[in-house]
């Protein structure tokens, strides 16, 4: 009976020691500098907040010119584009045209980069600062009132939705061109192809 009692008070000291180690140990890990806390990520920042409509696929240079052409940008506009990937619609509408720009983008690594591509741009021509802004938004939820020309490279059904939810809320004179895609019943004025390599890229320009 002693040795069974004997045992049983070593096991339990034993127990409480390895207990007081692990938890030192462990508050020593998290107060020591050398282990820094770790930043706190929070998954909204990582993940866009609903699946995109269209994936990334980013317009070729020159057919991003034709784009702003065809709408004739100019300094009086004001420019969305609505998923707008790395930003270079709206970097271009807002350095070689004068624009107003804001691009609109649901995923926020798309963010960061147009972010980057934008500070590269101001600082060849600093006078686009002001007239430059991304915003991480669902393009269906953004207050387009101030639009006068909105721009578009995304796939069929979420043109639809454009159609049937944006377009009817649009300024009389409004011009909306379209990379690929068209908006379903809705005839364009003009549709223009254009060469790039050895692939041909279609766009639609409609003034509403
Ligand atoms: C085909 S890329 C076009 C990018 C850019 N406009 C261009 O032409 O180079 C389509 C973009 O739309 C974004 N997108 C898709 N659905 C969206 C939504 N509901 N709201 C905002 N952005 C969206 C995607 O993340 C993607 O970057």
């Known amino acids: 009976m002693r040795t069974l009692l004997r ?5 339990s000291i034993t127990l409480l020691t390895l207990l007081a180690c692990n ?3 462990l508050k020593t890990t998290l107060e020591n500098p050398k282990f820094p806390p770790l930043p706190i990520v929070n998954l909204k920042d990582i993940e866009p907040e609903r699946t995109p409509d269209a994936p990334y696929l980013p317009t070729p240079q020159a057919v991003v010119l034709k784009m702003l052409e065809m709408a004739k ?5 004001v420019v969305y584009d609505l998923g707008s990937g790395d930003g270079r619609i709206a970097i271009a509408a807002a350095q070689k045209f ?3 720009a804001i691009g609109i983008e649901i995923d926020p690594e798309l963010i ?5 591509e934008s500070k590269s741009a ?7 600062r002001d007239r430059l802004k991304f915003i991480r938004q669902d393009l269906f939820k ?5 639009a006068t020309v909105i721009t578009l490279y995304l796939l069929p059904e979420a043109n639809l939705r454009i ?3 944006i377009v009817p809320k649009l300024k009389a004179g409004t011009r909306i061109v379209s990379h690929e895609y068209d908006l379903g019943d809705l005839a364009p004025n003009q549709t223009e192809t254009i060469k790039v390599g050895d692939r041909e890229y279609t766009i639609y320009l409609w003034v509403l």
Do not use: M
């Not at 045992?7 to 096991?11: D, G, P, S």
């Not at 940008?73 to 506009?77: A, G, Y």
């Not at 101001?122 to 686009?128: F, L, M, W, Y």
């Not at 953004?142 to 101030?146: A, F, G, S």
């Open 7 to 11: 045992f049983v008070l070593i096991a």
């Open 23 to 25: 938890s030192l140990s």
């Open 73 to 77: 940008v100019t300094e009086s506009d």
């Open 98 to 100: 004068g624009a107003k």
């Open 112 to 116: 960061r980069e147009s972010t980057r």
């Open 122 to 128: 101001i600082a060849q021509t600093p006078e686009i």
């Open 142 to 146: 953004t207050d387009l009132d101030k």
């Open 163 to 165: 159609l049937s939810e």
